[in-house]
């Protein structure tokens, strides 16, 4: 099954400053998605990254917020921006392949 | 919308008992169900895919069943270790669908 590299793995950050997560595929997937894991809670679906054009975004979540880029088939980045603590999660990506969905190892985001 | 319920959210037993972990869904529409296990602070590692048109699927001390006429998947881990110690999530896809829909989750703890 296809890896996907995730990082960083952890970080502190100040508020009102922004972070980029990367995810690297070692192969081409079509569908990627970015979720977030609030504290004691389960995976909430931010966004699907499309390749070649703007990613979709659930309800609730909105581009300025978190930009996403996915210049091509094996990767794609995450950006959350000008943070507050409220947005202290793990955030992880994931790709869809014939054998289901494989994950990156998460980044378990801090903000201070 | 789909809902999807793991029951219980905590559960811990001695080494050597088999776990039996519940999953359920309001919508028999689903087109694969795919098994996670997480550890703390971690990303998620796939257990097993089982596909609408299947009843089960096994993967050494792991068996996963499906029964969409009920609404349920189980999951259950023969033996169980204390390396089995983690959360344990089901996820379905809605048929015609790319999106997973995550349930909450049981918390194993397994004792030596």
Same mark, same amino acid.
């Given at each position: ?37 609030? @504290?004691?809670? =389960? ?12 990613? *979709?975004?659930? #309800? /609730? ?23 507050? @603590?409220?947005? =202290? ?12 969905? *494989?994950?990156? #190892? /998460? ?6 | ?6 029951i ?8 050597g ?15 694969n ?5 997480q ?21 050494g001390?792991?068996n ?49």
């Amino acid at each position: 099954s296809a890896v996907i590299s995730q990082k960083p793995s952890r970080d502190i950050c100040q508020r009102g400053t922004s972070l980029t997560i990367q995810c690297q595929v070692d192969s081409q997937v079509t569908m990627m998605f970015w979720y977030r894991q609030q @504290p004691g809670q =389960s995976l909430t679906l931010i966004a699907t990254a499309n390749q070649g054009s703007e990613a *979709t975004y659930e #309800s /609730g979540f909105v581009i300025d917020k978190f930009p996403i880029s996915r210049p091509n088939l094996t990767f794609s980045t995450l950006t959350v921006s000008n943070m507050s @603590p409220e947005d =202290s999660s793990i955030y992880l990506c994931s790709g869809k392949f014939h054998y289901g969905y *494989t994950f990156g #190892s /998460g980044t378990r985001l801090t903000v201070v | 919308k789909q809902e999807v319920t793991q029951i219980p959210a905590a559960l811990s037993v001695p080494e050597g008992e088999n776990l039996v972990l519940n999953c359920s869904f309001t919508d028999s529409a689903i087109y694969n169900l795919q098994w996670f296990r997480q550890d703390p602070g971690k990303g998620l590692t796939s257990l097993l895919l089982i596909q609408s048109s299947q009843r089960e699927q096994t993967s050494g001390r792991l068996n996963a069943s499906l029964d969409k006429s009920s609404g349920r998947s189980t999951l259950y881990i023969a033996a169980s270790q204390p390396g089995d110690s983690a959360t344990y999530l089901c996820a379905f896809i809605k048929a015609a669908g790319n999106k997973l829909t995550f349930g909450g989750g049981t918390r194993v703890l397994v004792k030596p």
